[in-house]
């Protein structure tokens, strides 16, 4: 399929975007080294401070380390958690690949999540280039990168794997190639369940585009990595949704009428303990999350709108909030649509940094000293 004027990209801006998206990328990663010692140095006074690699040791990087070592059944000299089935292998295989060369597991995960974010901000910012006016590409990226829960790009989480295959594979789809787009989908399967509601915007994006239906049989493939977990988990435990089953043992998320999530989230916001200021933010990102998806449904981006509302049903319906504003972080329409108006009111820009980056380092300080920060 041709290309069509309007949707080519001139070499130039594309360039100048790749290389503003990579400035940003390293430079907000040498900013979290640095608020990672210095300011973990502070906040220890005069305890013995963690070396670094085991500050960002905590958590979900924790338990992808664990399969990725022991596998789904977990360190054989510690109780099982039963959650592990939940994490989609894509993370612990590429966790096992870099082990071979990095032999710690923290330093590994680091890596992959550097490299993977590398890949992902460029393609933020080429598909923000090509969606939105000319220099939205870099503020969409520092859009994303000031984020709140933007830790977890750094963390050795699979955020950022997961977007190093879903944001090129939608580009792709964008410019009408589809065989790369869905190869590229089916390796964000092997990520994260998120992969299934790319797989459901590709089909609606490829309608509405009106594409031949000869390259339609591509848009099973992002399905088969979801189909062949489902039968791995179920040969290991006799469960086919095992991986669902997986959150509801080891985290309590099952699902329930909105109103009933949302209440028993409130209690936990206004309530105390050390997990009342995430609780806050579950909530704040709720609201925003209604508000993006109500703009792409008035906007008529259907695909979008399909992809991040189905996210944030799943979300909402839960037992309660839970990882929203972490889960924001694969919503790039979002990001897309707030590089478009940063580019044009450079003043919201100000704002927006104002507001967020100082929540964005509070909850990187809050994660290397193993409290819960999304």
């Not at 975007?17 to 080294?33: F, K, M, N």
């Not at 612990?92 to 870099?98: D, G, K, W, Y």
């Not at 992959?112 to 870099?138: K, N």
């Not at 990102?285 to 981006?301: D, F, M, Y």
Request: hydrophobic share 55%; aromatic share 14%.
């Amino acid at each position: 399929m041709q290309t069509s004027p309007q949707e080519m990209v001139s070499p130039l801006p594309e360039r100048r975007s790749d290389d503003e998206a990579l400035l940003l990328w390293l430079g907000t990663r040498l900013g979290i080294v640095v608020v990672a010692t210095v300011g973990a140095g502070v906040l220890a006074g005069d305890k013995p401070l963690a070396p670094f690699l085991s500050r960002w040791d905590h958590w979900d990087a924790k338990l992808l380390a664990d399969i990725a070592e022991f596998g789904y059944d977990g360190d054989p000299a510690a109780n099982p958690d039963p959650g592990l089935p939940a994490f989609f292998p894509g993370m612990p295989l590429a966790l096992r690949l870099v082990h071979l060369i990095v032999p710690d597991w923290s330093l590994a995960g680091l890596l992959i999540s550097f490299v993977a974010g590398t890949v992902a901000m460029v393609a933020l910012a080429r598909l923000a280039e090509f969606e939105g006016p000319q220099g939205a590409g870099g503020r969409a990226v520092l859009a994303l990168l000031l984020c709140p829960t933007a830790v977890f790009l750094f963390a050795g989480y699979s955020e950022a794997l997961f977007l190093a295959f879903a944001v090129p594979a939608w580009l792709y789809a964008r410019r009408g190639r589809w065989p790369v787009a869905a190869l590229l989908a089916a390796g964000a399967s092997c990520v994260r369940i998120t992969g299934l509601f790319l797989a459901l915007a590709l089909i609606v994006e490829f309608v509405m585009r009106r594409q031949r239906a000869r390259s339609a049989p591509w848009l099973l493939l992002p399905f088969v990595p979801l189909v062949l977990y489902s039968a791995y988990q179920h040969a290991r435990t006799g469960d086919w949704l095992a991986w669902q089953h997986a959150q509801e043992a080891g985290w309590g998320r099952h699902i329930v009428w909105p109103w009933k999530s949302f209440w028993t989230t409130l209690q936990m916001a206004t309530g105390d303990g050390q997990f009342v200021w995430a609780f806050r933010l579950e909530m704040a990102g709720a609201v925003l999350g209604i508000a993006a998806v109500v703009w792409l449904l008035i906007a008529r981006r259907w695909s979008e709108f399909l992809y991040v509302g189905l996210q944030l049903g799943a979300l909402l319906f839960s037992a309660y909030y839970l990882s929203i504003p972490r889960s924001a972080l694969l919503w790039w329409p979002i990001w897309v649509m707030l590089g478009g108006i940063f580019t044009r009111r450079r003043s919201a820009l100000v704002v927006y940094a104002l507001v967020v980056g100082p929540l964005m380092v509070l909850n990187t300080v809050s994660f290397i000293n193993g409290a819960w920060a999304g």
